[in-house]
């Protein structure tokens, strides 16, 4: 029986990427807006980078959420929690993806 006491040898990794991608993140929102308070063009090419760091974001996220949920669980609950935890991976992502979507388009029309 593992030690309940000792974090998971992934927890320090996925919490050091979130809150990377979310100073990341948090940064160049910051440069976008001051871009846009000086008027300037923005290429939808940059938006790659708040685009990476939100999904480094949800991924890490999701890691957590993993370890919560699907490996604290009891071997006889392990099915069922997988189970809802894809359905939940998969509508996170898909709404990551059609929020990343609409945001180039919208760039790209403009």
Do not use: C
């Not at 938006?47 to 974001?57: G, T």
């Not at 929690?81 to 709404?95: A, N, Q």
Request: charged share 10%; no cysteine; net charge positive.
């Amino acid at each position: 029986m593992p030690d309940t006491n000792q974090p998971h040898p992934w927890r320090k990794p996925l919490l050091i990427t979130e809150f990377t991608a979310v100073a990341v993140l948090l940064a160049s929102m910051g440069w976008f807006s001051s871009r846009a308070a000086e008027g300037a063009a923005l290429s939808p090419v940059w938006l790659l980078i708040p685009a990476a760091a939100s999904l480094a974001v949800f991924i890490s996220f999701i890691g957590l959420m993993y370890l919560r949920w699907v490996v604290a669980a009891a071997a006889e609950r392990k099915p069922r929690h997988k189970i809802v935890f894809s359905l939940l991976v998969m509508t996170l992502l898909g709404v990551w993806a059609y929020g990343v979507a609409n945001t180039w388009i919208s760039v790209s029309n403009a």
